[in-house]
């Protein structure tokens, strides 16, 4: 079982990136993804969530209106496409799902307890 994010580079403010959340050895439709960031000396943060028990979707305040969660079965991937992206959005990026006997049904990290490797963020003129 494993989670890989990718798309994460280096854009000037305003630009738009889309990071990816490929997943292995298990189904991502079944599951809840969330994507979480941590800046340099901030503690990690919710950034966006897909519930698989009501498929609702949740966006920080920070991102709403900027992100979109999306889902794509047939590639078992999670995209967060992060448009007008601004310096304070730079962080790096994680992807994390749970296999618990009850599923997230929020997105805070003590709901989460698999997690991918990260993929650097950085905003920058």
């Known amino acids: 079982v494993q989670l890989v994010e990718s798309g994460g580079g280096s854009v000037q403010p305003g630009k738009s990136l889309r990071l990816s959340c490929a997943a292995s050895?298990?189904?991502?439709?079944?599951?809840?993804i969330a994507w979480f960031r941590q800046a340099p000396g901030k503690e990690r943060e919710a950034v966006s969530c897909?519930?698989?028990?009501?498929?609702?979707?949740y966006y920080s305040d920070s991102v709403k209106g900027r992100f979109t969660i999306s889902r794509d079965s047939a590639k078992n991937t999670v995209y967060l496409q992060m448009n007008s992206l601004k310096p304070e959005d730079t962080a790096v990026y994680y992807c994390?799902?749970?296999?618990?006997?009850?599923?997230?049904?929020?997105?805070?990290?003590?709901?989460?307890?698999?997690w991918g490797q990260g993929t650097q963020v950085t905003v920058s003129s």
């Open positions: 994390a799902t749970d296999f618990g006997p009850s599923p997230p049904i929020n997105c805070v990290q003590y709901e989460y307890d698999t």
């Open positions: 050895g298990f189904t991502m439709d079944f599951y809840a």
């Open positions: 897909s519930l698989s028990t009501d498929s609702s979707t």
